[in-house]
């Protein structure tokens, strides 16, 4: 068998494979008597038919049961003939299947690039001091508070934090405009949640008012025909309700966890859940300023095959987050790619790509081995959140895949880790607030 290496350009390879015309000629043979033994010819019994016959009738078959044969089991060893590691599947073309002649096939795939890595040690981080503070805490229990609330319908003028029901109707010069109006909307006044203007025009007014909100739409609006405009809302109030915080009691203490040492214990497993939380953010933002660093260090070229197999990966774990896998209402893999273009997460897709090759690259050149201990302790902490977290162990300790993306992940952080160790790194003081809201903002690494 005779295999010549083609450089495609970029990452692309082609591997040209001639496999010689007496192993071609003997796998067709096979395959005819194979067809010969059981073919029913009209006039003549099982596998007495003259060859020429079953020829005319078969030899297609049998030359392309050959052909997809030999390339399935000489594709393996003409990668080993080439030393050459696919970065993703290859796309076989036979380019000559004449029966008696050599069978010839190029195998098209993309390699993986060669990285050579710079020097760690310059990545410059800023790594943020947050400590939890008593208003801290207030706050979370404040919160905690607010989400077992009650609303009391209240006789008098409307006030920052009161829910109200409402009909409105927005006119421009005049005229009603799409997506202007709503019966029975519910608005929190203060959270910003509907046009300020409407929000502050309703303070002061009682349950039973009709009347008219000045509203000026901010200059960068969506809609563009709205956008920076003087707009009338006719209101139709009709009911005001006071938030009603519950007393922490006993039965506020135990829906939270807490079944001795009062509000003192509540307050201390608040504490701890802010600092978890403090400790994951700042791991999360030290994880991305190394990454974005990583990245733009080294400019790579990344597969094709790979970019697409993530592109596949995104879109899947988009159209779970809005429904569109539901099996009630999925939807077809065409309306899903149209719907959901390739060009939509491409970019994305090329940096994960990228970054999984950097990543893995360190991995190899400093020997990094995964901690059994930490992939533990992270599948501890993911069950933790599940009502009956044996089970959820269990799951994962029976599924590979779910395994292999546990330690992956465990390994990724410790090579951040190291990273930053390795790093020149400035500690920045910085509220838990601020840091969370950056947290929120951020997109993932």
């Given amino acids: 068998m005779e295999v010549q290496v083609e450089s495609a350009g970029g990452l692309l390879r082609r591997l040209h494979v001639t496999i010689p015309a007496d192993r071609f000629e003997r796998e067709f043979g096979e395959r005819m008597k194979r067809f010969a033994s059981r073919a029913r010819v009209p006039g003549f019994r099982p596998g007495k038919a003259p060859l020429k016959m079953i020829q005319q009738q078969y030899g297609a078959d049998a030359r392309n049961d050959a052909v997809s044969e030999l390339v399935r089991t000489t594709w393996p060893q003409a990668l080993d003939q080439s030393k050459i590691q696919p970065a993703s599947q290859p796309n076989f073309q036979v380019t000559a299947e004449a029966v008696g002649q050599p069978l010839t096939y190029v195998a098209s795939f993309d390699v993986y690039p060669d990285i050579t890595l710079g020097d760690l040690s310059t990545l410059s981080l800023t790594?943020?001091?947050?400590?939890?503070?008593?208003?801290?805490?207030?706050?979370?229990?404040?919160?905690?508070?607010?989400?077992?609330?009650?609303?009391?319908?209240?006789?008098?003028?409307?006030?920052?934090?009161?829910?109200?029901?409402?009909?409105?109707?927005?006119?421009?010069?005049?005229?009603?405009?799409?997506?202007?109006?709503?019966?029975?909307?519910?608005?929190?006044?203060?959270?910003?949640?509907?046009?300020?203007?409407?929000?502050?025009?309703?303070?002061?007014?009682?349950?039973?008012?009709?009347?008219?909100?000045?509203?000026?739409?901010?200059a960068d609006y969506r809609n563009e025909t709205l956008a920076g405009k003087k707009t009338v809302f006719t209101v139709n109030l009709k009911d005001v309700r006071e938030p009603r915080l519950p007393e922490i009691d006993e039965e506020f203490l135990q829906a939270h966890g807490i079944e001795e040492g009062g509000e003192p214990a509540l307050r201390v497993k608040c504490r701890e859940a802010l600092e978890t939380e403090r400790n994951k953010a700042v791991s999360a933002r030290l994880k991305r300023e190394v990454m974005e660093q990583l990245h733009d260090m080294h400019p790579i070229d990344v597969p094709s095959g790979l970019v697409a197999e993530e592109v596949e990966r995104m879109r899947g774990e988009t159209a779970n987050r809005i429904g569109a896998n539901n099996p009630a209402q999925k939807m077809k893999p065409e309306q899903l790619r149209a719907m959901l273009p390739a060009e939509m997460f491409e970019p994305a897709a090329k940096r994960r790509v990228a970054l999984g090759l950097l990543v893995g690259e360190i991995i190899n050149a400093r020997n990094v081995q995964f901690d059994p201990a930490r992939v533990e302790a992270a599948l501890a902490n993911i069950a933790a959140d599940f009502e009956d977290p044996s089970e959820v162990v269990q799951m994962y300790q029976q599924r590979q895949d779910l395994m292999q993306g546990l330690r992956s992940v465990v390994i990724e952080e410790q090579v951040v880790e190291a990273l930053v160790a390795g790093a020149k790194v400035t500690d920045e003081p910085m509220s838990l607030e601020d840091l969370l809201k950056s947290q929120n903002q951020a997109q993932p690494a």
């Avoid at 010069?173 to 300020?196: C, H, M, T, V, W």
């Avoid at 203007?197 to 000026?216: K, M, Q």
């Fill in 127 to 218: 790594r943020p001091q947050v400590e939890v503070t008593d208003a801290d805490v207030e706050r979370l229990i404040e919160n905690l508070r607010k989400s077992r609330r009650t609303l009391a319908v209240v006789e008098r003028g409307a006030q920052k934090g009161d829910v109200v029901a409402l009909d409105f109707e927005g006119k421009l010069d005049g005229e009603a405009f799409q997506g202007g109006k709503s019966e029975n909307a519910a608005i929190e006044i203060g959270e910003r949640r509907f046009l300020p203007d409407l929000e502050d025009g309703l303070i002061g007014r009682s349950a039973g008012e009709t009347f008219d909100v000045e509203v000026n739409f901010p």
